[in-house]
Each structure stands twice: as C-alpha cells, then as structure tokens.
C-alpha cells in the first residue's frame, strides 16, 4: 500500500481516548493510523486495530523513533519493542521522530540504522520527520531522495513552511502536515470562516482541503466521531484560484511545534 494522502494522528491522545479515536477512525474508514514511540500510545493503538475488523494488509501504520533511540545499540531494538505494542511484525512507514540536536549523532550515523530495520523487514518504507532543508540534504545524501517516504512537518494555513516545502517538491519527497488544523485554531479564522460558508463546509474541512490540493498529505486527529468523519469529506472539495490565493495570505510563521531540542528552522 502506497503512503495515503489522509491519515489519522494520534499525537497528546492516550488510554482509551486513543483506542476510542482509532476504533472510530477505522469504522469510518480512515485506513493510515500514525503515532510515534514517545507518544505512549503504540500499545493502545495496536489494541484498537487487533479488535477491529479490518485486516492488516488493508491497513498503513506509521511510527517514529524517539531521539533517545537514535544509537546503533537502540534504534532496531526500539523499534523491534513498538511492533511488540503495535501487535504486527511490520509497520508501513517509521520515520526519525526529529533530527539529533547537535550534540547528538548526525544523520550520517543513524538514517543508515533505519535503512538497516527496512533491510530486516521490521518496516516496508522509511522517512523523516522535522528535518529541516540542511538535514533533508544530508538524508539525500546518505539514502537517496527514492529512499526517504515523506518528511512529516507542522503545517498549516498560519505556518505554510514555503521554503521547506518548495524544497521538497523539487526533490520529490512528500510532504505530510501534522496539526494541519493549529489545535482547532482554523475554526476561529474569518477567511476559513467565510470560504467555507461558501462551499457549505467548515473550516477544518477547507484547512485540509487546502493542503491536499497542494500535492501534501495530511493526518488530522479528533477524539469526536463527528469531526472524524466531517474531516473525511475534506477530498472531494475543491477551492477556487482565488481561494487558494487567500489562505496563502494567513501565513504568520505561527509555529506551535517548537521544543528545547528543535532545529533552527528554515
């Protein structure tokens, strides 16, 4: 199965909000699932999918590992440990949480790591996640653009990333926006507001939609079964030029992401 366009996050949900997200996710017909080890949920999504009804084959799951399993005597058996949680011999996609801060070891040393697990069988396709233009020419240089799935970054119509993610569609590399909603910010927004009045929406479902006409992918949470389901009709709308045009203007580098340990931004 190829990396769906639409995904459900499963980041800050945890006991059986996430199992309730999941099963409701599954039900309405979400069918790429994404978490990550220091999310502390792997275990609780995996327990979601093993009592759904939907076979594994028809599934893509996404993980991630964390920075204090970047070391060659971590990363394989960190991630070995999340498919234990995940109840699978395979993920779909594991990608490197963040890259290393900088006194930590460089991606030279543990994307061939990730490239290793791929070797293994233990996931069928790798790839990034909050690496910046400086740590995607460093990925390309030791796996190959082909290698590298999709670097998954913060955004959304308040943080549009216009030089990351020029970069990337020059490479090829896909990018997946992770809080493509702000936290629910886009709800209070009057230009969402007022596009979405227009094509009898909301403003989430313009948000996403949005971005998926832009060639991005995207992976919305909701612990609602409503906004689950409300999010899946993002898809089929299709804004105008001049809508487009708008939503690129509410660009404030609004960035929510951010820790102690995160890159300097492009």
Request: cysteine-free; proline content about 5%.
């Amino acid at each position: 199965m190829t990396l769906p366009a639409f995904g459900l996050g499963t980041f800050r949900l945890q006991g059986q909000q996430v199992i309730d997200a999941v099963r409701h996710g599954l039900d309405l017909g979400y069918r790429h699932i994404d978490t990550a080890q220091i999310y502390g949920n792997e275990a609780e999504v995996g327990q979601a999918i093993a009592d759904s009804a939907i076979a594994r084959d028809a599934l893509f799951l996404t993980t991630k590992i964390w920075l204090d399993n970047l070391s060659a005597d971590k990363l394989i058996i960190s991630l070995k440990d999340s498919l234990r949680k995940l109840r699978t011999d395979q993920v779909d996609l594991t990608l490197i949480h963040w890259p290393a801060p900088a006194n930590g070891p460089a991606v030279a040393d543990y994307l061939p790591l990730l490239l290793e697990a791929k070797k293994q069988g233990l996931t069928r396709q790798i790839g990034v996640s909050n690496f910046t233009i400086r740590h995607l020419r460093e990925a390309i240089a030791v796996a190959g653009r082909e290698e590298i799935a999709t670097n998954q970054v913060e955004l959304h119509p308040f943080l549009q990333n216009r030089a990351l993610a020029g970069f990337m569609r020059e490479q090829g590399i896909k990018l997946t926006a992770y809080m493509p909603l702000a936290y629910g910010k886009v709800m209070q927004d009057a230009t969402l507001q007022a596009i979405a009045a227009r094509y009898q929406a909301n403003p989430a479902q313009i948000a996403l939609a949005w971005l998926l006409q832009q060639g991005h992918l995207v992976i919305p949470s909701s612990t609602k079964r409503d906004h689950l389901l409300a999010n899946l009709a993002a898809p089929s709308l299709h804004l105008d030029e001049a809508d487009m045009t708008a939503i690129a203007g509410l660009d404030r580098g609004e960035r929510l992401a951010s820790p102690d340990f995160a890159p300097s931004w492009d």
